[in-house]
């Protein structure tokens, strides 16, 4: 029974040091630096999300556009200060509520729902 109780507690005090930890590093680890906005679509339905890479860095980004289930994932690289659009033509006609995550390496990963 003693056993069992060190065990629990051993399992109970690592969780929560790994929780500890990954707190720690999203608080830490800078978002990734870029704009998301929206804008009406100028050919085709919906929208258009552009990101914007707001760093003086080259970013390989991967966009996940997602609603209602579906989902569909981009890979991007933006050079320091350009910005990549998509919409429509590229597979996706934004609508409000749709949400984009924003992800790249050495980055916390930022969350938008889109209007």
């Known amino acids: 029974m003693k056993t069992i109780l060190i065990a629990i507690i051993v399992i109970v005090c690592l969780s929560f040091g790994a929780i ?3 707190d720690h590093h999203k608080i830490t680890t800078p978002a990734v ?3 998301v906005e929206t804008r009406k679509a ?3 339905n919906g929208k258009v999300v552009r990101i914007d890479n707001n760093s003086g860095k080259i970013l390989a980004l991967q966009v996940k556009l997602s609603r209602n289930g579906s989902a569909k994932t ?3 690289v933006l050079n320091p200060q350009a910005f990549k ?3 429509h033509l590229e597979g996706w006609a934004v609508v409000p509520g749709d ?4 992800s790249c390496q050495s980055y916390r990963t930022v969350d938008y729902t889109l209007q």
């Open 85 to 87: 659009e998509i919409g």
């Open 42 to 44: 100028l050919i085709g």
């Open 20 to 22: 500890v930890l990954t």
């Open 33 to 35: 630096p870029v704009l």
């Open 99 to 102: 949400h984009a995550e924003v």
């Open 74 to 76: 981009y890979d991007i």
